[in-house]
Each structure stands twice: as C-alpha cells, then as structure tokens.
C-alpha cells in the first residue's frame, strides 16, 4: 500500500499551459524524488528534493516541499505533447528505501 | 550505457508454474528494488536489498514469493506456485548507497498467468 496520495489523478491540458501535480505523504522523510513513466515502460527520475530544502528547479521542472505539511509539488512548465505520461512521487526514507504514491496520468494535447 | 536489466521482458505461464524473473543492476549499485504494478493497487514495493542483504521485504507475500541475490549482478524474483493475480508488471531497480540518490528502473517484465 502506498504512503501517500497523489492529485490531481489524471490531469488534461492544452500544450503551453503550466501542469501541477501534488503529492502528500505521512511518514518522514530524507527526500522527496519525483519519476515519469512512459506507458509500459521503466520510470525514469526527474528530480530529488532533500528534507531541508524548499525548491528546486530542473528546466522546465519546478518542485516544492513543504515538510510542515507533507507535501510536495511538481510544476511543468509550458508543456508540450511530448509530455504526456504518468508522473510519480517517491519517498525516500533515511535507509534510501522508495515508496512510491498512484501517479498523476498527464496528458498534454497539441 | 549503465542501465538495469530485466528478463524476460514478457512471460505467459499457467497457474500454478514456478515463475522466475531476473535483473541485473547497474554496475556499482548496491541496493535493489522488486516494485509490481497494476492498475489497481499501483507500485508497489516488494523487497530491497543492499550490498545483497535483504533489507524489507514486508511488502512480498511470503508464502510464494522469494527474492535472493545469489551476487552483486543478479537478483532473483521466484514466485512458486503462480497465480492469475500475480500477473503484473514487475519492475527491478537498483541505487547507489550513500546520501540522497535516484533509482534507475528495468523495463519491466510484464506476467500474465492464466
């Protein structure tokens, strides 16, 4: 069972909009580590925030976290169709084990 | 071109046979992850193991699943004996030890057990 939730599910918007995908989670953390899966295929990783930082960018990736609130938050940044794929969150704890939340399925539509 | 390997990438099987899958971690990764998923219950984390040793494998029905590392470039996922709710998609990843850092996934090997 996962530890988290993520939202929205399954999110749908036009190429250039921004995307934001929310993750919360209940246990501590030592980072928060967000993956995109392309239909049956491996997940890939994106980016890592560590338990003392706030934000943290990666081109057109932005990621939050809030440890006050458990929670964090991926934003995509003028989207493309290339895009479209689901987007997971992984909690990394301090023996770096990786639990990961259902995903948000994205779709991006030119 | 580091990557983890699964085989097979795909496996039919009747229920009730022994099913083995495979993975070979990265070169100089010393922890591994067994994750399966569906549509239903997502990703979920079977066992991990780091320098070979089991870490957790709270999330592995033990009644017919097994995991072992017979070596630092093998690990092993057995299911004995198989059944239809097994089939899903099984996915091995392996990390560096040491501070905060990513998983590198397998392709996967997607089991069907009819």
């Known amino acids: 069972s996962q530890q988290g939730e993520e939202d929205p599910q399954a999110l749908s918007i036009q190429e250039g909009e921004n995307a934001t995908m929310n993750c919360s989670y209940k246990t501590s953390i030592n980072n928060l580590q967000w993956y995109r899966q392309n239909s049956g295929r491996g997940l890939v990783h994106l980016i890592l925030i560590r338990s003392n930082e706030r934000e943290k960018h990666s081109g057109r990736l932005r990621v939050t976290l809030d440890t006050s609130k458990k929670s964090s938050s991926l934003l995509i940044t003028a989207s493309r169709a290339a895009d479209t794929a689901s987007y997971f969150c992984?909690?990394?704890?301090?023996?770096?084990?990786?639990?990961f939340g259902g995903g948000t399925r994205l779709m991006v539509k030119p | 071109d580091a990557r983890v390997t699964q085989t097979p990438r795909d496996k039919v099987t009747e229920m009730g046979q022994e099913v083995t899958m495979r993975c070979q971690p990265i070169?100089?990764?010393?922890?591994v992850f067994w994750y399966r998923q569906t549509m239903m219950q997502g990703l979920e984390l079977l066992a991990y193991?780091?320098?070979?040793?089991?870490?957790?494998d709270s999330g592995m029905p033990k009644d017919r699943f097994s995991a072992e590392m017979p070596d630092a470039t093998l690990a092993t996922l057995k299911i004995q004996p198989s059944e239809p709710r097994d089939s899903a998609v099984y996915f091995c990843a392996s990390a560096r030890t040491g501070g905060d850092t990513e998983a590198f996934f397998g392709q996967g090997t997607r089991l069907t057990v009819v």
């Open positions: 070169l100089g990764h010393n922890t």
């Open positions: 193991f780091r320098n070979r040793a089991p870490l957790d």
């Open positions: 992984a909690r990394g704890n301090a023996g770096n084990m990786l639990t």
